[in-house]
C-alpha cells in the first residue's frame, strides 16, 4: 500500500524488453534507499513495482507486458522522470490517501492553466472509471494524490499547488501528456457491495449496476 505522497523523483536510465517482460532501471535521485531490499514494493509513477537488484543509484524492476500495456510505462524512454514511493510502513504517516499502485487506466492532461500561484489541470479519464470520480474525492494521477475539485462527465480538474509542481512529475505536463490513474479504493468496493449476492452470479458484472438494477434490488430513492 501507498500513500500517493510522492518522495523523490527519479530518471529512468535504461528500459529494455527481455524475454517476456520488460527491465526498467531507475535512478532514484533523493529516494532513500538504505530500508529497501530486494523483494520490497516501490511505485513509479503510480504503478506498483517489485525490487529486483540495488545498487548505489537506484533499483532495477521487471515489468510485465500487461503493466506496459495498461499503464503510461510503455510510452516512456531513458531520460523520462518518474514519481516514487516506497511502500507505507504500518508505522508512517497516512498523508494523502491509501492507494493501492495497480492503474486501473490511463488518462490525459487536456488543459493546464495558472490559477493564482496554482495551476488548474484538467484530464479526461477513460469513459469506464467515470462513475468512481466524485467532486472532492480522491484520485491518483501518476502516484500522486490529488482532490478533485470538479467533474463533468469522464473530465475532471485539479488543483496543484506549488510544492507539488516543484516535487513531481507533474512540472512536466504538458496538454496531451498521458498519466496513470487510480480511482479511490473506497469507491471501487463501494461498487461491488452494491451487487450483494448477485456478486456471485458470473453473468452479472459492475457495467450491470444501473438505476434499474438497484431500484429492482431495493436501492430506489425517493423524489421529494
Same mark, same amino acid.
Given at each position: 500500500?501507498?500513500?500517493?505522497?510522492?518522495?523523490?523523483?527519479?530518471?529512468?536510465?535504461? &528500459? @529494455?524488453?527481455?524475454?517476456?517482460?520488460?527491465?526498467?532501471?531507475?535512478?532514484?535521485?533523493?529516494? #532513500?534507499?538504505?530500508?529497501?531490499?530486494?523483494?520490497?514494493?516501490?511505485?513509479?509513477? /503510480?504503478?506498483?513495482?517489485?525490487?529486483?537488484?540495488?545498487?548505489? %543509484?537506484?533499483?532495477?524492476?521487471?515489468?510485465?507486458?500487461?503493466?506496459?500495456? &495498461?499503464? %503510461?510505462?510503455?510510452?516512456? #524512454?531513458?531520460?523520462?522522470?518518474?514519481?516514487?514511493?516506497?511502500?507505507?510502513?504500518?508505522?508512517? @504517516?497516512?498523508?494523502?490517501?491509501?492507494?493501492? *499502485?495497480?492503474?486501473?487506466?490511463?488518462?490525459?492532461?487536456?488543459?493546464?492553466?495558472?490559477? /493564482?500561484?496554482?495551476?488548474?489541470?484538467?484530464?479526461?479519464?477513460?469513459?469506464?472509471?467515470?462513475?468512481?470520480?466524485?467532486?472532492?474525492?480522491?484520485?491518483?494521477?501518476? *502516484?500522486?494524490?490529488?482532490?478533485?475539485?470538479?467533474?463533468?462527465?469522464?473530465?475532471?480538474?485539479?488543483?496543484?499547488?506549488?510544492?507539488?509542481?516543484?516535487?513531481?512529475?507533474?512540472?512536466?505536463?504538458?496538454?496531451?501528456?498521458?498519466?496513470?490513474? #487510480?480511482?479511490?479504493?473506497?469507491?471501487?468496493?463501494?461498487?461491488?457491495?452494491?451487487? /450483494?449476492?448477485?456478486?456471485?452470479?458470473?453473468?452479472?458484472?459492475?457495467?450491470? &449496476?444501473?438505476?434499474?438494477?438497484?431500484?429492482?434490488?431495493?436501492?430506489?430513492?425517493?423524489?421529494?
Amino acid at each position: 500500500m501507498f500513500t500517493g505522497i510522492i518522495e523523490a523523483v527519479g530518471t529512468i536510465t535504461d &528500459l @529494455r524488453q527481455h524475454a517476456d517482460e520488460w527491465r526498467l532501471t531507475i535512478d532514484s535521485g533523493s529516494l #532513500e534507499l538504505a530500508d529497501v531490499k530486494l523483494g520490497d514494493s516501490i511505485a513509479v509513477s /503510480g504503478a506498483c513495482l517489485t525490487v529486483v537488484k540495488l545498487d548505489a %543509484n537506484g533499483f532495477r524492476a521487471d515489468v510485465s507486458n500487461e503493466t506496459m500495456s &495498461l499503464t %503510461n510505462l510503455g510510452t516512456l #524512454e531513458t531520460g523520462s522522470a518518474v514519481n516514487l514511493e516506497k511502500a507505507l510502513t504500518a508505522s508512517g @504517516r497516512l498523508g494523502g490517501h491509501l492507494v493501492s *499502485g495497480h492503474v486501473d487506466g490511463v488518462g490525459e492532461l487536456m488543459s493546464l492553466e495558472p490559477d /493564482g500561484g496554482s495551476w488548474r489541470l484538467e484530464f479526461k479519464a477513460p469513459d469506464a472509471l467515470a462513475r468512481y470520480i466524485a467532486g472532492k474525492g480522491s484520485i491518483c494521477v501518476d *502516484g500522486t494524490s490529488l482532490t478533485v475539485n470538479t467533474v463533468k462527465g469522464a473530465r475532471f480538474t485539479v488543483n496543484i499547488i506549488p510544492h507539488t509542481q516543484q516535487e513531481t512529475v507533474i512540472r512536466f505536463y504538458r496538454p496531451g501528456t498521458r498519466v496513470n490513474l #487510480e480511482v479511490d479504493l473506497v469507491s471501487r468496493y463501494l461498487e461491488r457491495l452494491l451487487l /450483494g449476492d448477485a456478486a456471485a452470479d458470473p453473468q452479472i458484472t459492475t457495467s450491470n &449496476l444501473t438505476r434499474e438494477f438497484l431500484a429492482s434490488h431495493g436501492f430506489g430513492g425517493r423524489n421529494d
